[in-house]
């Protein structure tokens, strides 16, 4: 880990506030804190638009498992792509409901691939991808 230093950052009054109240609403310590926290955000979503190197996921599926063989082809589908998932959970919500919750790490484009096809089967009845990072040149 690199040196720390201090720099300064002149900002208007009303924005000042503005960011002290976000501060105090997400239980930051300081400022200092929820700055290095912003870079790290924006450098996360650069790393996924440039699309280059391995990326990590959570994929989230809801659906009716009464639907005509649903689960089979969900699952066939994971098979079709296991090398980016590590691990998944399936949870009843109720009688039909499922929510299923998969943990990904790979390319970008093959879990983007992945999540399209799955969240694209019919009978998925809501899907999303949210993207992070694996952490590794991040400081």
């Known amino acids: ?6 720099f300064g950052v002149s900002l208007n009054s009303d924005l000042l506030e503005k960011f002290d ?4 609403e997400k239980s930051y310590p300081n400022r200092s804190e929820a700055i290095r926290d912003l870079i790290r955000g924006v450098l996360v979503e650069r790393e996924q638009q440039v699309g280059e190197g391995e990326i990590a996921a959570v994929l989230t599926l809801v659906y009716d498992h009464h639907f005509s063989d649903l689960s089979q082809r969900l699952v066939e589908i994971q098979h079709d792509e296991h090398d980016v998932i590590l691990t998944t959970v ?16 790979g390319a970008g484009e093959a879990i983007k691939r992945l999540a399209d096809r799955l969240i694209a089967t019919k ?3 809501h899907g999303k991808l949210t993207l992070t ?7």
Do not use: Q, Y
């Open 1 to 6: 880990m690199g040196k720390t230093i201090r």
């Open 21 to 24: 109240a976000l501060c105090e």
């Open 90 to 105: 399936h949870v009843h919500l109720d009688h039909h409901n499922c929510l299923e919750v998969l943990i990904l790490k």
């Open 123 to 125: 009978g998925v009845k």
């Open 133 to 139: 990072t694996t952490g590794r040149g991040l400081v």
